[in-house]
């Protein structure tokens, strides 16, 4: 969790900050081991009007880290999240989260995802200092990134039940995640700013930053850290009603690598560098009515992704190695959620990828200009209390794969349930 909070919260997250808010130093005595133990069950009925194949081919619209895919299993859970609802009943991983207090100086977090099939993933196990001087903290270990707005959310901390398509295809479904250090800085303004800066490992992450071991075929990466981010937010009074964030993030990747299969013939690799930039912004409004009947939420990104690279690999053409390979690709989500009534939510959401969306090298038949895909989204959710909810969504897509185009209508619907204590979420 994140213990830097605007000044306008709402009431409903002012005890936001208790999780790593940290503790007066205590002279010559412990601090009681008291951590917070939570379960976190989720599970989706999925239906479309593509045999149920439809959610899979979002991860393979023709965009340029879609279709031009990496050499991993796609069938595999990073990070506990699934590539792809099957037809019919789904049970998505289940995640069990510890923290809490570690003594006076430092809190910790464990989050572990376990799929249906009983595999384990660690999403998230990260130390974060309470007591530093100038609004200072450190966080250790391997956890979400702070860029953007919806990267560092669980999905039980989502107002739909699947990801953005600007997530999805530009950093996948686990958004940006990896092990590293993180330090931001809260300075004591009169409104709300926070920096910060991150360096991670650069090899954990699904779209960017890629682990890339495949032998000889590619040169050898640089040291490690080759990831780097930083990122600010910043929030103005607006009282206790209304609150606004507006946020920009950057990144930069070191020795990227990725082994292609699509696209030109033969299998091929390329090595370089990338660069991602956001900007973010949310809008909260708390009507006073219980149980959050009257209130808004509106959150919106953008996302650009450029990746400058080298063709260091190919399989049945040599000569076009060092060739360079351009990609760049953008997308963008806006969402909103209005309480109907107590304990009831509906919500809109447009999110697409694609409206650039190019591949560029020194020869005409290799460059490439892909098309746009897009989504309209509508959910509404039953809160049945603060620890568990039900959702039903319907979705149109209008999707690029490959040659062609295709529109299909998704149905979902979502239980999630949390056993026992757990944090406050971020604003």
């Given at each position: 969790m994140d213990s830097h909070k605007p000044q306008a919260l709402l009431p409903a997250l002012a005890g936001a900050a208790a999780l790593f808010a940290g503790t007066p130093a205590l002279a010559d005595s412990e601090l009681p081991l008291d951590p917070k133990l939570s379960v976190i069950l989720d599970g989706v009925y999925y239906d479309d009007s593509v045999d149920g194949g439809g959610d899979a081919m979002l991860g393979e619209t023709a965009g340029i880290f879609a279709a031009h895919g990496h050499d991993h299993d796609h069938d595999h859970d990073h990070g506990g999240h699934q590539h792809g609802l099957e037809q019919g009943f789904n049970l998505r991983h289940t995640e069990v989260v510890l923290s809490g207090g570690i003594d006076a100086l430092f809190d910790a977090r464990l989050n572990v995802a376990i799929s249906d099939e009983g595999d384990v993933e660690l999403e998230e196990a990260f130390v974060a200092s309470t007591g530093l001087p100038a609004g200072l903290r450190i966080k250790a270990g391997k956890f979400y990134s702070g860029i953007g707005y919806n990267n560092d959310k669980h999905p039980h901390d989502w107002d739909f039940v699947d990801q953005n398509l600007a997530y999805r295809t530009l950093l996948g479904d686990h958004g940006l995640s990896d092990t590293g250090l993180q330090l931001t800085w809260l300075p004591a303004w009169d409104h709300y700013t926070l920096f910060g800066i991150e360096a991670f490992q650069g090899d954990n992450n699904e779209r960017l930053g890629t682990?890339?071991?495949?032998?000889?075929?590619?040169?050898a990466r640089d040291k490690a850290p080759r990831l780097w981010t930083a990122f600010a937010k910043w929030s103005p009074d607006l009282g206790h009603d209304h609150a606004l964030q507006l946020g920009a993030s950057a990144a930069?990747?070191?020795?990227?690598?990725?082994?292609?299969?699509?696209?030109?013939?033969?299998?091929h690799g390329v090595d370089g560098d990338a660069r991602l930039y956001g900007i973010d912004a949310v809008y909260k409004y708390d009507s006073g009515q219980g149980y959050g009947k009257g209130d808004w939420r509106v959150s919106g990104e953008y996302l650009w992704v450029e990746k400058?690279?080298?063709?260091?690999h190919h399989a049945s053409n040599p000569d076009v190695i060092g060739e360079a390979r351009d990609f760049t690709e953008d997308g963008l989500y806006v969402q909103a959620t209005y309480g109907i009534a107590p304990r009831w939510e509906l919500g809109l959401r447009y999110d697409a990828v694609g409206f650039t969306n190019e591949k560029r090298g020194p020869r005409p038949a290799v460059n490439a200009d892909y098309d746009e895909s897009e989504r309209w989204t509508a959910a509404a959710t039953?809160?049945?209390?603060?620890?568990?909810?039900?959702?039903?969504?319907?979705?149109?897509?209008?999707?690029a794969f490959d040659d062609h185009r295709e529109d299909y209508t998704q149905f979902y619907l979502q239980y999630q349930m949390s056993l026992g204590a757990h944090g406050a979420h971020s604003f």
């Open positions: 682990e890339a071991e495949h032998g000889d075929e590619l040169p930069f990747f070191r020795s990227h690598q990725e082994l292609h299969h699509h696209g030109e013939p033969g299998e400058d690279l080298e063709v260091a039953w809160h049945l209390s603060e620890t568990s909810r039900i959702r039903a969504q319907v979705a149109q897509v209008s999707g």
